[in-house]
């Protein structure tokens, strides 16, 4: 008995000795640091605390930071220990008020799908204190577990086999499935968008994860009984995948990060992190789903603010300065245009008094690396923005339902986007029709898309406005065409490419994944952009230096010039006066 009690502890110390090289094992606790907007004192909470783990800057005199309890002493004995305000941020736990009959019910409504229809007729009927969606078959004013969502999954895959495709995308670090659907109608429809939604990147931010489920409900049962126009339209012409928790384990144990304590939001790769820590399994499986599936809009559901972030996140490598460094993609128009979308559709998030307009540019906010939606963006053909749908992370479950009226209308805005701007068609062989692997590029955008291999179709959003489009593919000329895109919806495309001297650009690679998906890297384009942003500001600099040594020197010269003849006019007019 002693030998094995011995063996289990020495076992549990080599598995914490494991996690400890991964990230930090301790359980953080989230404070509110005020710093008043003293530069001096942000530079150096971010160099006494190794891997600051930032939560959120509030506004621009506090952030929202998780601290050790030997963080905590180190910044209340430090050198600022004076300036440095600390309060413990107390957040609510998602169990409350919890149905207990919730599980009993999905089983029964399983076993007798006649009683389940019936309650579909029964749309706004309350049990006690619930509150009912108008499918009848979801109770709002509650948070569901892992086992209430893979019984709720299950219901709706058996009542809508023919809109919806439950299945998992991999596994958490405690074997939890990570469950995905994709609902879509009419299959017949060619060139359809794919939209993916993910909730609950973060285990202790969950109404990104209850809108989903609540969307999920809302949109199969309003196909099928024909109940919103803007969903038939969504749904029969574009595909909509959700996750609604990529982070099950951290949800279970209400934390922030998975079962290794990890950041997920910090875990992509990134060639600018700081952190060398491995990729989770929960980042692995995105990054594999994200590459088998040619999804052109994203977006992911965050809590702890009110506001649309939109990329980069990171500053590149070129501030240390943790906000307040706007760092613009090539495409930061239609990414504003698809915050705003949003943002404008929601009830509250516009009229935000700490964010114009209820957006922000990622960075501009807060820097941060190993970030979602830069990885989405530089990697794919994609485009991604991070939504903070509540101020409180776990608000009262009574609330929830006032939280899905504030974002149902933002949500169906946003998965309209892709009707409604950019471009998309087909790269063809000209003369046998074969669809082709090319690049879509544009003039002014240097940020270069790529066609999906078997069927050489593309899409991608801009925003309206007139434009160079060029098609390029290895062993073929590439053709140039000027567009107008128009502001309301989205137009299609086509290239025929005639077989010709070989086209490739020098800032083409490919990586290939699983056969079917082929995308192209723009890292070395971020990459180069960056290089000739700092070029372009030394030469600028060298030109002012030489300007200014050159003004200053003519100046000089004039000086002298000047002095000297004012010398000799005195000279010659003394020599007059003394002769005359």
Known sequence: MKFKTLSYLVAVLVISSLNGCISVVENNKLYRIQHNSNLKLIKY??????????????????????????????????????????????????????????????????????????????????????????????????????????????????????????????????????????????????????????????GDEVVGRQMLIYLID??????????????????????????????????????????????????????????????????????????KNNFLLSANLHGGDLVVNYPYDSTKGLSEYPEGIYSFTPDDNIFRRIALTYSLSHTKMSKSVDFFAGIVNGANWYSL????????????????????????????????PTFWDDNKQALKKFMELPLKCGIYGQVLDSNTKKPLTATISMTKIKHRISTWPSTGEYSRMLDYGIYNVTASAAGYLSKTETIWVPADKRLKLDFHLVPGKETTPDDLFLSKSNGDCLFYGRSKTVVEDIDTIILQSRVYILVFIFGCFFEVTLIIIIYYLKNRCGVRSRVNRNHYNIIA
């Open 45 to 202: 909470i971010y160099k006494a605390i190794e891997n600051l783990n930032v939560d959120h800057h509030r506004n621009s005199e506090e952030f929202d930071v998780y601290l050790s309890n030997k963080d905590k002493e180190i910044l209340q004995t430090g050198e600022f220990k004076d300036q440095i305000k600390l309060v413990e941020v107390m957040d609510m736990s998602h169990d409350t008020f919890q149905n207990n009959n919730f599980n009993d019910e999905m089983e029964e409504q399983q076993q007798d799908q006649s009683l389940f229809v019936d309650r579909l007729t029964k749309r706004d009927k309350l049990v006690d204190d619930m509150v009912i969606s108008e499918s009848g078959i979801l109770q709002l004013n509650k948070y569901h577990s892992y086992s209430d969502l893979q019984r709720f999954l299950q219901v709706i895959s058996t009542t809508y086999p023919q809109l919806t495709k439950v299945y998992s995308i991999g596994k958490s670090v405690q074997g939890r499935d990570l469950f995905a659907i994709d609902i879509t109608a009419n299959n017949s429809v060619p060139f359809k968008p794919a939209t993916k939604l993910i909730g609950n990147m973060h």
């Open 369 to 400: 690396e190993g970030g979602m939606q830069d990885w989405v963006y530089d990697n794919t053909n994609g485009f991604e923005v991070t939504i903070e749908l509540s101020n409180v992370k776990t608000p009262h479950d009574i609330e929830l």
């Open 218 to 291: 809302y949109l199969c049962w309003s196909y099928t009984y024909n109940k919103d126009p803007e969903v038939k339209t969504i749904l029969e012409q574009t595909k909509i995948s959700i996750l609604p928790t990529m982070n099950p384990d951290g949800y279970e144990l209400k934390q922030r990060g998975n079962a290794n304590r990890m950041d997920l939001n910090r875990n992509f790769p990134d060639q600018y992190s700081k952190s060398k820590s491995p990729i989770q399994p929960e980042v692995q499986a995105v990054i594999d789903w994200s590459m």
